[in-house]
């Protein structure tokens, strides 16, 4: 037990001794050590930044998908504005519109019978 607690002591005033004549060398080496902590880990940091761009990549993705919805729908909307065939479309299967004289029959289905 004495050996192992004289390696200990020997190995804890080798650092220390190693502090004592190298300060620079160690100064150098925490300023940097912190240096890279604060580049990577920082809120400007490179984590933050890949964090971010995968945020944009989603964004632009979802807004590309809305762009097209918007241009399908201005699309819709131009033919509503031209084809009286396309409203009367619209209006009978969204809307249950009807022309006048016409009979509407509702058809259900018993789906407990095969």
């Not at 890279?36 to 971010?52: T, Y």
């Amino acid at each position: 037990m004495g050996n192992n607690s004289n390696e200990k002591d020997s190995l804890f005033k080798t650092i220390a001794r190693f502090f004592k004549y190298n300060t620079r060398i160690v100064i150098i080496i925490v300023f940097f050590t912190g240096l890279i902590s604060v580049a990577v880990f920082g809120n400007k940091g490179i984590l933050q930044r890949i964090k971010l761009e995968d945020e944009r990549k989603d964004l632009e993705s979802q807004l590309n998908i809305e762009l097209k919805k918007s241009q399908d729908l201005r699309k819709e909307l131009e033919l509503l504005k031209t084809s009286d065939e396309e409203l009367e479309r619209i209006a009978r299967e969204k809307f249950g519109m009807t022309k006048d004289g016409e009979k509407i029959y509702k058809v259900t289905v018993d789906s407990t019978k095969q």
